[in-house]
């Protein structure tokens, strides 16, 4: 088993800052949080005072947001909104976290004006609402919601199985959604003002529930008819494996490099037990699809027992790094850490394959040179084309004078982008979560623009 070296530089820690979450929200997302709000204009309800008015607010948009988290966490591959799932699922996550807060304090909130009338009114306020058989449904998806939200926040220090933890996840939020949607169209102003307003939320629990069904039951009927074939496994590093699918004949799959799919080999297209890869062949490669996958966990450490032959079930492409972004670039770097070469491959492949000239680097880091895969293929490529070279990083002290010890740096980054104005040339970075904040925040202070810095990290 590969062990979990750092071969990176100083990886950003701390939590997310709640206004730089807050300004990389689309315009339309925050519109779309807001349609509930502005529906409730039309009611022509009593001004209750500010404080009230305000909670009210933060209620709506708080309960729109919570929808919306399925929308964002939901694999959901058109459209301009939710289609970029990389996007989708960094806002999914801290969304999460601050509707986790917001529900936290929603009973606290509510009560806290009542205490500080008068204890004894506070108090009896508290008990009813402990009690009153109305509120029960809001008690269970408080308490729900709480929980959950603990376990997303720390889910990696938790002694669950991935798969385990995303199944409760999904089941847990599945009720909290209709726990909310009972409680808020009970207890909630609006709907008791104007019945109608309640069908609101029930169509949004109804689009939810849709997108569940589809994503759980349809989708896994569709992949079940279209199978791909499991060509050949083999390792081509001390921690990495050569994974290759075939494609069924007559189905329709095409793909971006760069692009991901989420892979099933359970045998069974129900499994939830589905793991994301990215592709690391290019295009004229297919029906054949190859990737580079990492020994990192109880899945991916077991990868030596698949059978060339048995069936995979592949959902995707997914993902939105692409060759186009840097069809004005007047030069290309490729920053790859560890398992982050299979896109970096597949980019690379893609620009050999229509004979790039442009100046093209790959940064390629790994602990040791030992994990450094498909050199021959590499070093053949720096000989083929117009301008291509290869610097490798290790963290480990390696022999070789030419590999760079140390991390993905700012020296070895400068070095790939060469001296002088790099405000034209485009960035590709994909590697663990860390490497890849530190890689952005070099090659932006380099002078490429964060625009041109394309990346896709490889957990979500
Ligand atoms: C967009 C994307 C592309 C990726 N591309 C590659 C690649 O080309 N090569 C490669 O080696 N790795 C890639 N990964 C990472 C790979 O998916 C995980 O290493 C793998 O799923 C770990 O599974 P495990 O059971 O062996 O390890 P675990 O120890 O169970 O998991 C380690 C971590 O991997 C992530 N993970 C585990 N299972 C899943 C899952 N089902 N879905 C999403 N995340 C999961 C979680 O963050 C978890 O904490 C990619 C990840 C993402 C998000």
């Known amino acids: 088993m590969a062990t979990r070296k750092l071969y990176w530089s100083s990886p950003q820690s701390g939590l997310y800052s709640l206004s730089a979450a807050m300004r990389k929200i689309k315009p339309r997302y925050w519109l779309l949080l807001a349609v509930p709000w502005l529906a409730t204009l039309a009611l022509h309800m009593d001004f209750k005072g500010w404080y009230s008015e305000l909670l009210s607010v933060a209620w709506l948009v708080g309960m729109a947001a919570f929808f919306i988290q399925f929308a964002l966490g939901g694999r959901i591959r058109k459209g301009s909104l939710f289609g970029n799932i990389d996007w ?6 801290q969304v999460g976290k601050l509707l986790g807060y917001l529900f936290f ?3 606290f909130l509510i009560l806290a004006p009542r205490f500080l009338m008068s204890w004894d009114d506070g108090v009896t306020s508290l008990v009813s609402v402990l009690t009153a058989p109305s509120m029960l449904t809001g008690l269970i998806a408080w308490g729900l919601m ?20 995303r199944l409760l996840h999904l089941l847990a939020f599945a009720g909290v959604a209709v726990l909310a949607t009972l409680h808020v169209t009970s207890v909630g102003r609006h709907g008791q003002f104007q ?7 029930w169509a949004l629990l109804a689009g939810v529930s849709a997108l569940m069904i589809y994503n759980h039951l349809i989708k896994p009927l569709r992949l079940k008819r279209k199978p791909f074939t499991l060509k050949s496994i083999e390792r081509v590093s001390r921690s990495d494996w050569q994974l290759t699918l075939e494609k069924p004949p007559q189905t329709d799959f095409d ?4 692009q991901f799919v989420w892979i099933n080999t359970s045998g069974s297209a129900f499994d939830m037990n589905d793991h994301p890869f990215s592709i690391a062949s290019c295009r004229k490669d297919l029906p054949q699809l190859s990737f580079i996958v990492r020994e990192l966990g109880d899945y991916t450490g077991k990868l030596g027992d698949l059978t060339p032959g048995q069936q995979v079930y592949v959902d995707g492409p997914y993902g939105s790094m692409s060759l186009a972004d840097s069809a004005r ?6 920053v790859a850490g560890g398992a982050g070469i299979g896109p970096m491959l597949s980019l690379l492949r893609g620009l050999a394959a229509r004979q790039e000239s442009r100046p093209v680097r790959l940064v390629y880091g790994n602990a040791s040179i030992d994990q450094m895969v498909l050199q021959e293929e590499i070093r053949a490529l720096e000989t083929q084309m117009a301008d291509f070279k290869q610097l490798l990083v290790c963290s ?9 010890h140390g991390l993905i740096d700012r020296e070895v980054l400068e070095k790939a982008l060469g001296v002088g104005d790099n405000a034209n040339r485009v960035a590709y970075v994909c590697g663990p979560p860390a490497m890849v904040q530190a890689a952005k925040r070099h090659a932006r202070a380099l002078g490429v623009p964060g625009a041109q810095i394309h990346y896709e990290q490889l957990a979500f």
């Open 329 to 334: 670039a007047d030069g290309i770097v490729l």
């Open 195 to 201: 019945p109608l307003f309640n069908r609101f939320w």
């Open 146 to 165: 709480l929980v959950f939200v603990l376990l997303a926040v720390f889910k990696r220090s938790l002694p669950l199985r991935y798969e385990t933890w």
């Open 255 to 258: 793909f971006a490099p760069g």
């Open 396 to 404: 480990e002290p390696q022999s070789d004078p030419a590999i760079h």
């Open 88 to 93: 989708s699922m960094s806002r999914h996550k």
């Open 105 to 107: 304090l929603h009973p």
